[in-house]
T-cell receptor
Framework: GDSVTQMEGPVTLSEEAFLTINCTYT??????LFWYVQYPGEGLQLLLK?????DKGSNKGFEATYRKETTSFHLEKGSVQVSDSAVYFC???????????FGKGTKLSVIP | DTAVSQTPKYLVTQMGNDKSIKCEQN?????MYWYKQDSKKFLKIMFS???????INETVPNRFSPKSPDKAHLNLHINSLELGDSAVYFC???????????FGSGTQLSVL
């Protein structure tokens, strides 16, 4: 079945540091890929998405590129802020499916 | 405000009790979901309802029963609560477009 593997956390960075959170997936066909963010005490929010190979999703300074050859969708940001502290979830929706499969989440803490 | 709203936000109860969590969406979405997030932030789908019909029923104990009086509501009833049921439960909805999954803010259930 479909699965998502993302790097273990927690990740602690200083403000303005470069962020990478790795995500790889296993799925048949051509899934859509997502990053969701969960701020403390809140529900998940869609951060960005990509629906086909080589697509780049971007939002709020975050980027992720759909790499079919490496089955990856790594999340990056060039300069993190304290307000980016949250839990980040990589997810996929298999071709023809409306169900999302989530990774286990990576907690990011950004310190001033 | 258009949103997915769930109540209560916090629920503390004794083992063996029966409790319910309510969820409502005013977005006109056709599909609603319940997810469980454990203490390690792992998010797993429990149920999905499309136009009042159960279309996904992951392997969860039958003590958990979703009830959908109409397509705007999907309530979660839990009987004979156990310590292991302690988690955050998220309601979500979508229009059938998997790219537009919206989450409620969660209900933190603590079973003592």
């Amino acid at each position: 079945g479909d699965s998502v593997t993302q790097m273990e956390g927690p990740v602690t960075l200083s403000e303005e540091a470069f962020l990478t959170i790795n995500c790889t997936y296993t799925a048949t066909g051509y899934p859509s890929l997502f990053w969701y963010v969960q701020y403390p005490g809140e529900g998940l929010q869609l951060l960005l998405k990509a629906t086909k190979a080589d697509d780049k999703g971007s939002n709020k300074g975050f980027e992720a590129t759909y790499r079919k050859e490496t089955t990856s969708f790594h999340l990056e940001k060039g300069s993190v802020q304290v307000s980016d502290s949250a839990v980040y979830f990589c997810a996929l929706a298999g071709a023809g499916s409306y169900q999302l499969t989530f990774g286990k989440g990576t907690k990011l803490s950004v310190i001033p | 405000d258009t949103a997915v709203s769930q109540t209560p936000k916090y629920l503390v109860t004794q083992m063996g009790n029966d409790k319910s969590i309510k969820c409502e969406q005013n977005l006109g979405h056709d599909t609603m979901y319940w997810y469980k997030q454990d203490s390690k932030k792992f998010l797993k789908i429990m149920f999905s309802y499309n136009n009042k019909e159960l279309i996904i029923n992951e392997t969860v104990p039958n003590r958990f029963s979703p009830k959908s009086p109409d397509k705007a509501h999907l309530n979660l009833h839990i009987n004979s609560l156990e310590l292991g049921d302690s988690a955050v439960y998220f309601c979500a909805s979508s229009s059938g477009d998997r790219e537009k999954l919206l989450f409620g803010s969660g209900t933190q259930l603590s079973v003592l």
